[in-house]
Protein backbone atom coordinates (compact mmCIF):
# COMPACT_ATOMS: atom_id res chain seq x y z
CA UNK A 1 0.00 0.00 0.00
CA UNK A 2 0.92 4.02 -0.30
CA UNK A 3 -0.12 6.49 1.96
CA UNK A 4 -1.78 9.17 -0.13
CA UNK A 5 -2.29 12.73 1.34
CA UNK A 6 -5.42 14.95 -0.69
CA UNK A 7 -5.20 18.71 -0.24
CA UNK A 8 -6.81 21.92 -2.10
CA UNK A 9 -10.35 21.38 -1.81
CA UNK A 10 -12.74 24.38 -0.21
CA UNK A 11 -15.49 26.35 -1.21
CA UNK A 12 -16.02 28.04 -4.63
CA UNK A 13 -19.03 29.79 -6.31
CA UNK A 14 -20.66 28.11 -9.43
CA UNK A 15 -18.48 28.21 -12.50
CA UNK A 16 -15.13 28.26 -10.72
CA UNK A 17 -11.99 26.67 -10.56
CA UNK A 18 -10.30 24.34 -8.04
CA UNK A 19 -6.79 22.15 -8.05
CA UNK A 20 -6.93 19.31 -5.92
CA UNK A 21 -3.49 17.43 -5.14
CA UNK A 22 -2.70 14.10 -3.69
CA UNK A 23 0.67 13.63 -2.83
CA UNK A 24 2.57 10.39 -1.25
CA UNK A 25 5.87 9.74 0.12
CA UNK A 26 6.40 6.33 -1.02
CA UNK A 27 9.16 5.81 -3.58
CA UNK A 28 6.57 3.30 -5.40
CA UNK A 29 4.28 5.45 -6.23
CA UNK A 30 5.49 6.16 -9.34
CA UNK A 31 3.78 2.46 -9.94
CA UNK A 32 0.63 3.17 -8.90
CA UNK A 33 -2.44 3.49 -11.39
CA UNK A 34 -4.24 6.31 -9.29
CA UNK A 35 -7.92 7.75 -9.45
CA UNK A 36 -10.11 10.54 -7.52
CA UNK A 37 -13.67 9.13 -6.33
CA UNK A 38 -15.92 11.31 -4.77
CA UNK A 39 -19.05 11.13 -1.80
CA UNK A 40 -21.47 12.71 -0.54
CA UNK A 41 -23.48 11.82 2.68
CA UNK A 42 -25.64 8.76 2.32
CA UNK A 43 -24.36 8.07 -1.72
CA UNK A 44 -21.80 5.34 -2.79
CA UNK A 45 -18.50 6.95 -3.51
CA UNK A 46 -18.74 7.95 -7.23
CA UNK A 47 -15.41 7.37 -10.02
CA UNK A 48 -14.75 10.97 -11.11
CA UNK A 49 -11.19 10.51 -12.81
CA UNK A 50 -8.39 8.02 -13.27
CA UNK A 51 -4.74 7.57 -14.75
CA UNK A 52 -2.28 5.09 -15.48
CA UNK A 53 1.26 4.86 -13.21
CA UNK A 54 2.56 6.29 -16.55
CA UNK A 55 0.20 8.86 -17.15
CA UNK A 56 -0.06 7.70 -20.56
CA UNK A 57 -4.02 6.72 -20.45
CA UNK A 58 -6.55 9.00 -17.98
CA UNK A 59 -10.62 8.63 -17.95
CA UNK A 60 -13.34 10.43 -16.73
CA UNK A 61 -16.86 9.94 -15.36
CA UNK A 62 -19.56 11.10 -17.81
CA UNK A 63 -20.47 14.14 -15.30
CA UNK A 64 -16.89 15.19 -15.24
CA UNK A 65 -15.55 15.01 -18.48
CA UNK A 66 -15.17 17.98 -20.71
CA UNK A 67 -14.61 19.84 -17.40
CA UNK A 68 -11.95 18.08 -15.18
CA UNK A 69 -8.43 16.91 -16.14
CA UNK A 70 -5.93 14.76 -14.11
CA UNK A 71 -2.42 14.82 -14.22
CA UNK A 72 0.24 13.26 -12.24
CA UNK A 73 4.31 14.11 -11.78
CA UNK A 74 6.05 11.19 -10.57
CA UNK A 75 9.06 12.56 -10.09
CA UNK A 76 6.67 14.69 -7.21
CA UNK A 77 5.11 11.97 -6.30
CA UNK A 78 1.98 13.86 -6.92
CA UNK A 79 -1.18 13.74 -9.12
CA UNK A 80 -3.48 16.45 -9.70
CA UNK A 81 -7.22 17.03 -10.97
CA UNK A 82 -8.13 20.31 -12.13
CA UNK A 83 -11.57 20.95 -11.96
CA UNK A 84 -13.02 23.83 -13.97
CA UNK A 85 -17.14 24.82 -14.60
CA UNK A 86 -18.03 23.48 -11.05
CA UNK A 87 -21.80 23.38 -10.47
CA UNK A 88 -23.32 22.50 -6.81
CA UNK A 89 -23.17 18.97 -7.28
CA UNK A 90 -19.48 18.87 -7.86
CA UNK A 91 -20.00 19.52 -4.00
CA UNK A 92 -18.45 16.08 -2.53
CA UNK A 93 -15.55 14.76 -0.17
CA UNK A 94 -12.73 13.50 -2.54
CA UNK A 95 -10.93 10.94 -2.23
CA UNK A 96 -7.46 9.49 -4.06
CA UNK A 97 -6.98 6.09 -4.16
CA UNK A 98 -4.34 3.83 -5.51
CA UNK A 99 -3.91 0.63 -7.16
CA UNK A 100 -1.15 -2.01 -8.68
CA UNK A 101 -3.67 -3.04 -11.11
CA UNK A 102 -5.82 -1.01 -13.48
CA UNK A 103 -7.25 2.13 -12.60
CA UNK A 104 -11.12 1.38 -13.32
CA UNK A 105 -14.33 3.05 -11.84
CA UNK A 106 -14.70 0.45 -8.86
CA UNK A 107 -13.54 1.80 -5.31
CA UNK A 108 -13.06 -2.49 -4.32
CA UNK A 109 -10.02 -2.11 -6.94
CA UNK A 110 -8.17 0.16 -5.16
CA UNK A 111 -5.93 -0.59 -1.57
CA UNK A 112 -4.59 2.60 -1.13
CA UNK A 113 -7.29 5.63 -0.06
CA UNK A 114 -5.99 9.32 1.46
CA UNK A 115 -8.44 10.84 3.83
CA UNK A 116 -10.51 12.90 1.45
CA UNK A 117 -11.00 16.76 1.18
CA UNK A 118 -13.86 18.48 1.33
CA UNK A 119 -15.28 20.48 -1.97
CA UNK A 120 -17.57 23.05 -1.55
CA UNK A 121 -19.71 24.54 -4.64
CA UNK A 122 -21.97 27.24 -3.76
CA UNK A 123 -25.10 28.49 -6.11
Known amino acids: QVQLVESGGGLVQTGGSLGLSCAAS????????IAWFRQTPGEEREFVAGITWSGGRTHYSDRVKGRFAISRDNAKRTVYLQMNSLKPDDTAVYYC????????????????WGQGTQVTVSS
Open 26 to 33: EHTFPRYD
Open 97 to 112: AGTLGLADDYPESYNS
